[in-house]
């Protein structure tokens, strides 16, 4: 007979000897699931899906330009491998995929798809047709836009939080000198709610909020005379101002989005169709595939062919030539209907206001920046007196010092130690702790070369820019002011003029 293998020994279940028993807790399972699905909604809620609507970014987007100014990423620097960027960006403070960080990364450097782009991409970004290349065939630095929405955000105007892991800061919004959540848009769908926000044009945008800043119970309708409607980076027609209003009050609202088709002749003899503009995120090769199965299946009539020669550089071009007998008007109203020459834009306003989720109006986003960048202003103003008071401090002691040079450099070099040096220099010249520590860690080459007339002008400038700051401080009508004033000068370097035409 054959051997049979010993049955292996039964693993003992329960405590090793000497071990105390496990402790079993009843728990009510839809309790816990409830607490835990509403701790995982409220993480993608603020933490990934939706904006803040004070700087009109979601965490990665933020994450990005902080880290790529702490890279020394700047516009007037070189371009650097984006993978670079992704690695910094997920390794130090946003612990997801690197996928969602160059996904991010990418729309933020597309005209197509931002009214002012924040990064300057170099390499294949993607089209409206096509993906972008690999981070690592692409290189990115910040563009001139991006600046200023990151630029005082080291003179204490944001709060800084720990990273994922408690090593590093970051910022929890950036100081944002426009407002992006209008003038870019975005979209992102959290847990039970979603955001869909679209572009603006930059100047109408400035222009409707210095109104309110200086008319803080404007209407609607007022500040709809600066803002008409949206204004996206591929042109177009907005059809049904109805819903534009409708998203501008409520925070909800749909219209119609056209694209821009010119009726003429297409050759010598043909008449035909030229789009020169599509929807929003609607890409030539789709339309042109679109009408290529409405032809085919019949459903289209008098179409002869249809070309596309849209480029990078000439922008959109398709050309439909029709036969001879059609209507063009009437082939177009078809194609309106029945092909993505058309389609429907849905504004769903969500954003994060004090750390929850809001459903906003036009003049509610509005009034959220106008309140950040009155703080921003605030903290920037009081973080530059207090240096200049600093500076003004040291100064002072220098030109005490300066009179008698030669007196100084004596001390200095016949005191045994530092702190006997400080003490001479303190009861010798009058100086203050932080004025004599400043001589002392001067060197002496420096300090023997400096000039009284110098000194003397700075200490002025200095008095006179702290007289200027206190005076911003102690009115908020005058904090009001000057981020109108900022806004005006930032509106000259970045504003153009529309290009999505709004019909009723």
């Given amino acids: 007979m054959p051997k049979t293998s010993p049955k292996p020994k039964a693993k003992?279940?329960?405590?090793?000897?000497?071990?105390?028993?496990?402790?079993?807790?009843?728990?009510?399972?839809?309790?816990?699931?409830?607490?835990?699905?509403?701790?995982?909604?409220?993480?993608?809620?603020?933490?990934?899906?939706?904006?803040?609507?004070?700087?009109?970014?979601?965490?990665?987007?933020?994450?990005?330009?902080?880290?790529?100014?702490?890279?020394?990423?700047?516009?007037?620097k070189g371009h650097v491998k984006s993978a670079r960027v992704v690695g910094e960006v997920m390794g130090k403070l946003h612990p997801h995929g690197d996928g969602a960080i160059y996904?991010?990364?990418?729309?933020?450097?597309?005209?197509?798809?931002?009214?002012?782009?924040?990064?300057?991409?170099?390499?294949n970004f993607g089209s409206l047709d096509a993906g972008p290349a690999a981070m690592r065939y692409t290189e990115a630095r910040l563009a001139p836009a991006a600046m200023t929405m990151v630029d005082e955000a080291d003179e204490d105007t944001v709060d800084f939080g720990p990273n994922y892991d408690g090593q590093l800061a970051e910022p929890?919004?950036?100081?944002?000198?426009?407002?992006?959540?209008?003038?870019?848009?975005?979209?992102?769908?959290?847990?039970?709610?979603?955001?869909?926000?679209?572009?603006?044009?930059?100047?109408e945008v400035?222009?409707?909020?210095?109104?309110?800043?200086?008319?803080?119970?404007?209407?609607?309708?007022?500040?709809?005379?600066?803002?008409?409607?949206?204004?996206?980076?591929?042109?177009?027609?907005?059809?049904?101002?109805?819903?534009?209003?409708?998203?501008?009050?409520?925070?909800?609202?749909?219209?119609?989005?056209?694209?821009?088709?010119e009726i003429g002749k297409v050759s010598n003899r043909k008449q035909g169709l030229t789009i020169t503009e599509l929807p929003f995120t609607i890409g030539p090769e789709k339309v042109v595939e679109r009408i290529s199965t409405l032809v085919k299946s019949k459903k289209i009539q008098g179409i002869s062919d249809?070309?596309?020669?849209?480029?990078?550089?000439?922008?959109?071009?398709v050309i439909i030539e029709l036969k001879n007998g059609y209507?063009?008007?009437?082939?177009?109203?078809?194609?309106y209907r029945l092909s993505p020459l058309e389609d429907q834009f849905a504004?769903?306003?969500?954003?994060?206001?004090?750390?929850?989720?809001?459903?906003?109006?036009?003049?509610?986003?509005?009034?959220?920046?106008?309140?950040?960048?009155?703080?921003?202003?605030?903290?920037?103003?009081?973080?530059?007196?207090?240096?200049?008071?600093?500076?003004?401090?040291?100064?002072?002691?220098?030109?005490?010092?300066?009179?008698?040079?030669?007196?100084?450099?004596?001390?200095?070099?016949?005191?045994?130690?530092?702190?006997?040096?400080?003490?001479?220099l303190i009861k010798s010249f009058k100086l203050s702790d932080e004025q004599a520590t400043y001589i002392l860690d001067m060197p002496l080459r420096r300090l023997t070369k400096m000039?009284?007339?110098?000194?003397?002008?700075?200490?002025?400038?200095?008095?006179?820019?702290?007289?200027?700051?206190a005076a911003l401080l102690a009115s908020n009508e005058a904090i009001r002011t000057q981020v109108s004033d900022e806004l005006g000068e930032l509106a000259k370097k970045f504003a153009i003029s529309r290009r999505t035409r709004c019909i009723e």
């Fill in 12 to 76: 003992q279940v329960g405590p090793k000897p000497g071990e105390l028993p496990g402790r079993v807790v009843d728990i009510d399972v839809s309790k816990e699931m409830s607490e835990s699905f509403l701790e995982y909604a409220y993480s993608v809620i603020y933490s990934r899906a939706l904006p803040d609507a004070r700087d009109g970014l979601k965490p990665v987007h933020r994450r990005i330009l902080h880290q790529m100014v702490e890279m020394g990423l700047r516009p007037d």
């Fill in 103 to 123: 996904d991010a990364l990418v729309r933020m450097s597309q005209s197509f798809s931002m009214s002012l782009p924040l990064i300057d991409g170099h390499g």
């Fill in 172 to 203: 929890l919004v950036l100081p944002a000198a426009f407002p992006n959540l209008l003038v870019n848009g975005g979209s992102g769908i959290a847990v039970g709610m979603a955001t869909n926000m679209a572009p603006h044009n930059l100047g």
């Fill in 206 to 261: 400035i222009a409707a909020t210095r109104f309110l800043i200086e008319n803080p119970k404007a209407t609607l309708k007022q500040l709809m005379k600066h803002i008409p409607g949206p204004d996206f980076p591929t042109g177009g027609e907005i059809h049904g101002l109805s819903g534009v209003v409708d998203a501008y009050t409520s925070g909800k609202g749909s219209f119609q989005l056209r694209a821009t088709v």
């Fill in 306 to 317: 249809i070309v596309d020669l849209s480029d990078g550089q000439n922008g959109t071009r």
């Fill in 327 to 335: 209507e063009p008007s009437e082939v177009l109203e078809k194609l």
């Fill in 347 to 424: 504004i769903n306003a969500v954003a994060l206001v004090d750390g929850k989720p809001r459903t906003l109006g036009l003049k509610e986003i509005l009034e959220v920046f106008i309140a950040h960048r009155v703080e921003v202003v605030t903290r920037r103003s009081a973080f530059r007196k207090l240096k200049a008071e600093e500076r003004l401090n040291l100064v002072e002691g220098l030109i005490k010092a300066i009179v008698d040079i030669d007196k100084v450099v004596k001390i200095i070099r016949g005191s045994e130690d530092a702190s006997e040096a400080k003490a001479s």
């Fill in 451 to 469: 000039s009284k007339v110098e000194l003397d002008t700075e200490s002025k400038q200095l008095k006179i820019s702290i007289k200027e700051l």
